[in-house]
T-cell receptor, first 113, second 116 residues
Framework: GNSVTQMEGPVTLSEEAFLTINCTYT??????LFWYVQYPGEGLQLLLK?????DKGSNKGFEATYRKETTSFHLEKGSVQVSDSAVYFC????????????FGGGTRVLVKP | GAVVSQHPSRVICKSGTSVKIECRSLDFQATTMFWYRQFPKQSLMLMATSNEGSKATYEQGVEKDKFLINHASLTLSTLTVTSAHPEDSSFYIC????????????FGQGTRLTVV
């Protein structure tokens, strides 16, 4: 079956530090990969996505590259802000469009001023 | 982008009562919607797939008689937690894919259910 593994948190950083959250996956076929962000008390928002190998998703300074050879989709941001404090979820969708998502365990990030 | 609205955002109910949560796709039709449950500081676990005009498909271990799902129209799915107990307290969130958007899913704001 499909699975997503991401690094456990919490991750505590100072403002302007570099952030990396590792994510690896197991899936049959060629899944689409996503990073979702959940701010305190809110639902999930799509942060970025990649639908095929070597695609790079980017948004709000965050980037992730779909690496088929290493089955990874690591999230990076070069300079974090306090407002980036949230829980980040790596997820995949395999099969037909609109298929259900398989989530990683989530990584809580806390950015201190 | 597509908008999915979930209501209520928070609800507190007494043990033994039932609670209905609504999930609406506001600007697109959704023949399928997904219901997830999130325990504190944990990931989202898929509970069931809601199918318009037919029975929902439940994941293993989810009690279909306890978590009633109805998808009566192309823009509305409801999740009813019946005879709620404190252990049902959780964050419930729905999502809906839109055909034009490919594999991306659009999430509602979530519902924080507290059973006292």
């Amino acid at each position: 079956g499909n699975s997503v593994t991401q690094m456990e948190g919490p991750v505590t950083l100072s403002e302007e530090a570099f952030l990396t959250i590792n994510c690896t996956y197991t899936a049959t076929g060629y899944p689409s990969l996503f990073w979702y962000v959940q701010y305190p008390g809110e639902g999930l928002q799509l942060l970025l996505k990649a639908t095929k190998a070597d695609d790079k998703g980017s948004n709000k300074g965050f980037e992730a590259t779909y690496r088929k050879e290493t089955t990874s989709f690591h999230l990076e941001k070069g300079s974090v802000q306090v407002s980036d404090s949230a829980v980040y979820f790596c997820a995949l969708s395999a099969g037909a469009a609109g298929n259900k998502l398989t989530f990683g365990g989530g990584t809580r990030v806390l950015v201190k001023p | 982008g597509a908008v999915v609205s979930q209501h209520p955002s928070r609800v507190i109910c007494k043990s033994g009562t039932s609670v209905k949560i609504e999930c609406r796709s506001l600007d697109f039709q959704a023949t399928t919607m997904f219901w997830y449950r999130q325990f504190p500081k944990q990931s989202l676990m898929l509970m069931a797939t809601s199918n318009e005009g037919s029975k929902a498909t439940y994941e293993q271990g989810v009690e279909k008689d306890k978590f009633l799902i109805n998808h009566a129209s192309l823009t509305l799915s409801t999740l009813t937690v019946t005879s709620a107990h404190p252990e049902d307290s959780s964050f419930y969130i729905c999502s809906a894919p839109r055909a034009e958007s490919g594999p991306e899913a659009f999430f509602g704001q979530g519902t924080r259910l507290t059973v006292v």
